[in-house]
C-alpha cells in the first residue's frame, strides 16, 4: 500500500467534496443465485480478494478521507471469515458501519459478536413475503426460514435492522405483505427497489420486467403507506426507470458522495461502472484512495456538465438528476455520455418505452440463476 496522504492534500479540491459513504464489496462468493444480481457477469475469485490487512488499511484511508458510512457487501459478506476483524476495524476508525447481508452464514452468536465490535447497522434482503417465492427468486431452499431467524437475533442484540427488498414482475404484487413482515421484524426501515438491469438482471429482463400497472399501483401503495406507517417505519423507494418520466439521479451524481472498493480493490465511482469499457480504474493498492477519488480519470469523467449533450447541460433538471445513470445510457443508448433514455425528453425514450411494454408483458420465462464459480478460486 502507498502511505496515506496529508490531511491537507486531502481537503476538497476544485470543488469537489469528499465522500459520505463507501461500498466495500468484502466478496463476491454467495449463497445466493438471484437472477436480478447487479453484480458484474465475470465474478472475482477468492485469490483475487484484498486481504484483511489491505481492507483494514482501506478503511483507515476512507476515514482519513472524510467517509462517515461504510456499506460491508459482496457478494455475502459472512463468506469472509475476518468479517469480525474487519468491523471491528472499521469501527475503530470512526466508521459508522452497516453491514449488507443475505443473512446466509450468519448464526446467532456472529451476529452478538458483531454487535461487540461495533457493528451499527445490519440490512438484511429479502426476495418474497413466503418462504416459497422468496426461495425461488434467491435459488436456496430453506434462504427465507433463516432470514427470520436472524432479523430476530439481530433485534435481540439492539442492531438496528433495514430490510431490503428488490422488486419486479414476479413478487411486486407482494409489496404489501413484504412491508407487513418487515414490520413484523422489528425493522426502522425498508428498501423497496424495484429491480435494476445491470449485470445479471439484464439475462432476465422479461422475466423481471414490471408491468406499467403494477408500477402505478406500487407508486400508489408507496405514498398511502408511508402516511399510514409514519412514525413506525421508514419506507425508502426507488421506482422504476423504464417507467419513469425522468431518471434518477445515480448515486447522488458521478463522483459526488459515494465511492464503492471491489474484492480486488478496484474503486470505482458506482457499482456497475465497469460496464464502461472507456473508462480505466485505479486500484487502491497501488495508489492511495484520496488520489483516485480527487485526480483519477475514470471519477473525473462524468463530475460536473463538461460532458454532457447540450440536452442535458442546457436543462433545468442537470442539478437534479445529473444527466442519469451512465452504466444506464451505454446500456441503451450505446453511449455512456448521452441523455439517459429515462429521460422523457431523449430521442430514444420512445423506444425504450415500447421494449420495456414488451418485455413486461411477456410470460415470464424460467430464471436464468447465477451462481460464484470457484474454478480458480
Request: contains cysteine.
Amino acid at each position: 500500500m502507498n502511505q496515506h496522504v496529508s490531511a491537507e492534500t486531502i481537503k476538497s479540491r476544485a470543488g469537489v467534496p469528499a465522500p459520505i459513504a463507501m461500498l466495500a464489496e468484502l466478496t463476491h462468493r454467495c449463497p445466493l443465485a438471484c437472477p436480478y444480481c447487479s453484480n458484474p457477469l465475470e465474478l472475482e475469485t477468492v485469490r483475487s480478494e484484498l486481504t484483511t490487512e489491505q481492507w483494514i488499511d482501506v478503511f483507515s484511508q476512507a476515514a482519513e478521507l472524510g467517509v462517515l458510512h461504510l456499506h460491508l457487501s459482496g457478494g455475502e459478506p459472512a463468506a469472509r471469515r475476518d468479517l469480525l476483524d474487519l468491523t471491528a476495524a472499521a469501527a475503530s476508525s470512526g466508521l459508522y458501519t452497516n453491514l449488507i447481508t443475505s443473512g446466509i452464514g450468519l448464526t446467532e452468536r456472529r451476529i452478538g459478536d458483531l454487535a461487540d465490535a461495533g457493528l451499527d447497522h445490519l440490512q438484511l434482503s429479502i426476495q418474497g413475503a413466503t418462504p416459497e417465492l422468496a426461495d425461488r427468486v434467491g435459488g436456496y431452499k430453506g434462504g427465507y426460514d433463516r432470514k427470520i431467524a436472524v432479523a430476530e437475533w439481530t433485534h435481540a442484540v439492539g442492531v438496528p435492522l433495514t430490510v431490503n427488498a428488490v422488486c419486479h414482475k414476479q413478487n411486486m404484487d407482494q409489496m404489501g405483505d413484504m412491508l407487513d413482515l418487515a414490520v413484523k421484524l422489528g425493522a426502522r426501515r425498508i428498501e423497496i427497489a424495484t429491480v435494476q438491469f445491470h449485470g445479471w438482471a439484464e439475462k432476465n429482463r422479461a422475466a423481471l420486467m414490471p408491468t406499467r400497472e403494477q408500477v402505478l399501483r406500487a407508486n400508489t401503495f408507496v405514498d398511502e403507506a408511508r402516511k399510514r406507517l409514519e412514525g413506525v417505519i421508514v419506507i425508502d423507494y426507488v421506482p422504476a426507470d423504464h417507467h419513469s418520466s425522468y431518471p434518477k439521479a445515480c448515486m447522488g451524481g458521478w463522483g459526488r458522495t459515494g465511492l464503492n472498493v471491489t474484492p480486488s480493490g478496484r474503486v470505482l465511482p458506482c457499482h456497475a461502472a465497469e460496464s464502461i469499457p472507456s473508462l480505466t480504474f485505479d486500484n487502491v493498492v497501488d495508489r492511495p484512495l484520496s488520489d483516485i477519488w480527487y485526480k483519477s480519470s475514470a471519477f473525473n469523467a462524468y463530475r460536473g456538465d463538461d460532458w454532457m449533450p447540450d440536452l442535458c447541460r442546457t436543462c433545468d433538471r442537470k442539478a437534479i438528476d445529473f444527466g442519469g445513470c451512465r452504466c444506464q445510457a451505454l446500456a441503451l443508448a450505446g453511449d455512456a455520455a448521452a441523455t439517459d433514455p429515462v429521460c422523457v425528453r431523449s430521442p430514444l425514450r420512445q423506444a425504450l418505452v415500447e421494449q420495456a411494454e414488451i418485455d413486461s408483458h411477456t410470460k415470464p420465462p424460467a430464471f436464468v440463476y447465477r451462481g460464484f464459480k470457484q474454478s480458480g478460486a
